[in-house]
């Protein structure tokens, strides 16, 4: 049984953080057992790394390893994919056909975002599982192999057995070991690490000087959502490595290729549909909000402004804000393009320090009721909304349009059938 340190170096795995580690620890003590495993992750959190090292720390591991990935894979294929088939089974079955399971006899079989598996598949999967017996589609002889199993899901596969979307009896024949694998955000400490270790490699790949992070820009990614996880950070390190010419990296510069509401609550404005450009839009996004806020601000001012009229230390320490805000509007007026909008306050630039006073409105006859939401704050919505418009941008390329949003093709076409898009 190798080591932690031994199993990351093998298998490139970057990072500290002690829950990822104690996943790999988990994973290497039931390697050498048969036991199913399954792992629970976001999607891009690294799970593909837990079989191979399954696989690699068991007596199977020179024997074959399958990875298959049930979410892109035809329902009408899927049992003729992993069971295999015989000769005229169904049209084009020119040939019979061995499976996967067949072919990874004595080794190891991944099934990733096994949660895609149609009922009648869980079925044939639940008798491998129990007995080794499978039969290939188009044929009525039992046949035994001896797979051990791995699954991985990203969905919450409890909820689907809830939902009678997947059986019960499967869930806990696969689910004897589960191993949890944490999202990035949740792993703060490893971002910068991680980033780092990416950057160094785009710069061996493209023959470029490293690329560096400011420390305000450091701070930003390590506070970053980072919904699609590592891959996100990866293909934004890999963005950045390639595109700015500036090898040190600013705040500014992070923030306008990585807007803080990105991604999820993103502008959802339909005549704009056909505007090809994310970043923009996400920008605007920001800019809508931070405005919003603004004006919200403004209003609990002059609110507080009429309610304290008469009290004169009050009036002292507004002065100075009252002066600073309509200043800046003086300045600003009219100009709203993302590139004039201040998004970072100068380094030089006084800290704000007024808060805006919280009130009960109810007492008050002033129209005080909050601007409008945007279109809508559903994540599920704007997901959509994203997915649309990134396979519209890549004219119903999916591998380029996951590339852009930061997900696998894997879990685009899973959403893809989820939205019905
Ligand atoms: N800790 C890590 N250190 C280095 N690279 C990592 C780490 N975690 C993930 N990666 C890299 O991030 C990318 C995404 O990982 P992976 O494909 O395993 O995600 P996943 O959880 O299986 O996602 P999905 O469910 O979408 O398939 C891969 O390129 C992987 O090598």
Redesign the pocket.
């Known amino acids: 049984m190798d080591s932690l340190q031994t199993i990351k170096q093998r298998f490139?795995?970057?990072?500290n953080n002690v829950v990822?580690n104690r996943a790999i620890e988990k994973a290497i003590q039931v390697a050498p057992t048969d036991i199913s495993v399954l792992v629970i992750?976001?999607?891009?959190?690294?799970?593909?790394?837990f079989p191979k090292i399954i696989h690699n720390q068991s007596a199977r591991k020179h024997n074959a390893y399958i990875a298959v990935n049930c979410g892109a894979i035809p329902e009408g294929t899927i049992d003729s994919e992993l069971f295999g088939h015989e000769k005229g089974a169904f049209t084009g079955a020119t040939q019979a056909r061995k499976g996967y399971f067949e072919v990874a006899d004595g080794g190891t079989i991944f099934l990733?975002?096994v949660g895609e598996l149609p009922l009648s598949t869980q079925i044939r999967l639940l008798r491998i599982l129990e007995s080794g017996e499978f039969m290939k589609v188009g044929s009525s002889e039992l046949q035994k192999t001896n797979v051990r199993i791995v699954a991985?899901t990203?969905v919450k596969l409890k909820e689907a057995v809830e939902k009678a979307k997947f059986r019960e009896d499967l869930y806990y024949r696969l689910n004897t070991i589960q191993i949890d694998?944490p999202p990035l955000r949740e792993r703060k400490e490893?971002i910068n690490l991680?980033f780092r270790?990416f950057a160094s490699d785009f710069a061996n790949k493209y023959r470029m000087p490293h690329i560096e992070l400011s420390p305000e820009a450091q701070n930003y990614i390590a506070n970053y959502p980072w919904p699609g996880?590592?891959?996100q950070l990866?293909n934004f390190a890999e963005q950045v490595s390639v595109v700015e010419k500036e090898r040190v990296i600013s705040l500014e510069k992070i923030m306008e290729l990585l807007p803080h509401s990105s991604t999820m609550l993103t502008v959802t404005n339909k005549k704009d549909k056909n505007s090809s450009d994310f970043m923009e839009r996400e920008l605007l996004f920001k800019v809508l909000l931070d405005m919003k806020k603004d004006l919200n601000d403004l209003r609990a001012l002059t609110l507080d402004l009429i309610k304290h009229k008469d009290n004169e230390e009050f009036n002292g320490s507004t002065q100075e804000l009252i002066q600073r805000v309509y200043q800046e509007q003086d300045e600003d007026e009219h100009d709203f393009t993302p590139s004039s909008y201040n998004l970072v306050p100068a380094a030089n630039a006084p800290k704000p320090t007024y808060q805006p006073p919280q009130y009960d409105y109810s007492d008050d006859v002033y129209d005080v009721s909050p601007i409008e939401e945007p279109e809508s704050l559903s994540l599920q919505d704007n997901e959509k909304e994203m997915i649309k418009l990134a396979l519209e941008k890549h004219k119903g390329k999916r591998k380029m349009a996951a590339d852009e949003l930061g997900?696998?093709e894997?879990?685009l076409y899973r959403k893809i059938k989820q939205y019905h898009l």
Request: glycine share 16%; no cysteine.
């Open positions: 490139g795995i970057i990072g990822l992750g976001e999607s891009g959190v690294g799970k593909e790394f990733d975002e991985a990203n694998i490893d991680l270790k996880n590592i891959r990866r997900i696998s894997r879990t």
